[in-house]
């Protein structure tokens, strides 16, 4: 199934969840931001949130910056 | 001075960009007793590993994320929503900008932005270039702050926007605050002389040879310069005025 992360086409797992993409990147839930067809996504509901075809994902975090 | 309800003492914002390791974060910011520090949001690299900035930050600081890479005001709200969202606090440095030559802020959209953020309660300090009706409608809009350029981003120039940032500070209510150019301490020290609240320093500070001593500089002239402000310089005249009394010479 193809959904987009961080803009760029990318092929994942049916069924997959907000966590599941997250354990999946090895990503560390404490450092990101996620956000899901543009809206924003809190830690405590990714496991809820099945991922579906062509849905948009932007996982973020803070980075350096002036 | 008091911004969003936190009293500041220390006059030095830190920008935490183009440090060459973020191990040196930390210790500029504890050389120099900053408490505000700025970062920014981005897209995570999927493909490399990337450290997480805020473990660099002191718990102590105020993280100010800016909304760098946004070009209208509509972008600058969404990634200060993230930022809020994301548990960092409720300041924000609206940056908006769409010139990529010069860095030089959308005031318009700038204004967009702020008074946007600063209804659903953000703590809203705007970069902008400084222009006086600009300001003027920035604090209609409910900033907690101005941050007028000093220079270009990065460029380390020095105070070039003098008659106009001191014209803001003449005329405008909230802290002013030089954000972006400034290259050297001294730069910094005649900012604050001439009455500025505040300054906000990451080139000038992370690219020195010993960005430590560096930001321990700054932070220096940051405060002589409030001190000296707060002093009153004496006025400057055409012609010499002796110093030493002239009366009671040796020479007759």
């Not at chain 1, 797992?13 to 809190?42: C, F, M, W």
């Not at chain 2, 954000?179 to 990451?202: F, I, Q, T």
């Not at chain 2, 500089?217 to 110093?243: C, I, W």
């Amino acid at each position: 199934m193809n959904i987009y992360l961080n803009g760029k086409a990318t092929d994942i797992p049916d069924g997959l969840t907000i966590s599941g993409l997250v354990a999946q990147r090895r990503l560390n839930p404490e450092t990101i931001i996620v956000e899901h067809n543009y809206n924003l996504v809190k830690k405590e509901h990714w496991d809820g949130i099945v991922l579906k075809e062509n849905d948009r994902v932007e996982i973020l975090r803070f980075v350096e910056g002036g | 001075m008091e911004i969003g309800g936190r009293q500041i003492t220390n006059r030095l914002f830190l920008g935490t960009g183009k440090f060459s390791s973020n191990r040196l974060i930390p210790e500029a910011v504890r050389a120099a007793g900053v408490q505000v520090v700025t970062v920014a949001l981005r897209r995570v690299d999927m493909e490399f590993e990337q450290e997480n900035i805020a473990a660099y930050i002191p718990e102590d600081c105020i993280m100010m994320p800016n909304t760098s890479g946004a070009r209208n005001a509509q972008e600058a709200v969404r990634i200060a929503r993230l930022a809020r969202a994301a548990g960092c606090g409720n300041w924000v440095k609206i940056e908006v900008i769409s010139d990529n030559r010069y860095l030089l802020p959308d005031n318009y959209e700038t204004i967009k932005a702020t008074e946007i953020l600063a209804g659903e309660g953000f703590v809203v300090l705007p970069y902008m270039s400084p222009d006086l009706m600009v300001a003027k409608k920035l604090v209609e809009a409910g900033a907690a702050a101005v941050m007028p350029l000093g220079a270009p981003i990065g460029s380390n120039r020095g105070l070039k926007t003098r008659e106009l940032v001191r014209i803001l500070i003449d005329e405008i209510p909230l802290p002013i605050i030089v954000d972006a150019g400034l290259g050297r301490p001294s730069e910094a020290a005649e900012a604050m002389e001439m009455g500025a609240a505040a300054v906000l320093v990451n080139t000038a500070i992370a690219t020195a040879g010993d960005p430590v001593a560096m930001a321990r500089a700054f932070s220096l002239a940051v405060a002589a310069g409030r001190l000296a402000y707060l002093a009153g310089p004496g006025e400057s005249v055409e012609y010499a005025r002796a110093s030493s009394p002239l009366t009671g010479f040796l020479r007759d």
